[in-house]
């Protein structure tokens, strides 16, 4: 049974003002990507879609507001957000802790969905 275990030393930093920790994203299964994002207190992410791509954020910890084509939503601990293909996104920290997530996409997340919308 494959398990992938969580290696928290492999979380980078992104151009879009969030880390990043990649739980699952291997080439074998395109089929999905998972990932844990960390959102610092205060902070905004960058606007930005993704090409070709639906993504799930599952709340793990933390509150905050998300931003799905121009509607925002307050969302906290075990919400689960769907984010349609090519919709601008962007989610705020709006607590005193960090805010923590799992990225689910469909089908996997590879760099040239990402597109920047600032």
């Known amino acids: 049974m494959p398990i992938e275990r969580f290696r928290p030393e492999s979380e980078f930093d992104t151009r879009e003002r969030c880390f990043i ?4 994203n291997v080439p074998e299964d395109g089929a999905c990507s998972i990932a844990r994002a960390r959102v610092p207190p205060g902070v905004t992410t960058e606007l930005h879609r993704l090409r070709g791509v639906v993504e799930h954020y599952v709340i793990l ?21 769907t984010i349609p293909a090519e919709s601008p996104q962007r989610i705020t920290n709006t607590g005193s802790g960090d805010l923590t997530f799992l990225c689910v996409c469909l089908p996997r997340w590879v760099p040239e969905s990402y597109e920047s919308l600032e």
């Open 21 to 24: 920790t990649e739980l699952r």
């Open 61 to 81: 910890d933390g509150q905050g507001v998300v931003e799905v084509a121009g509607q925002p939503n307050p969302v906290a601990r075990l919400d689960v957000v």
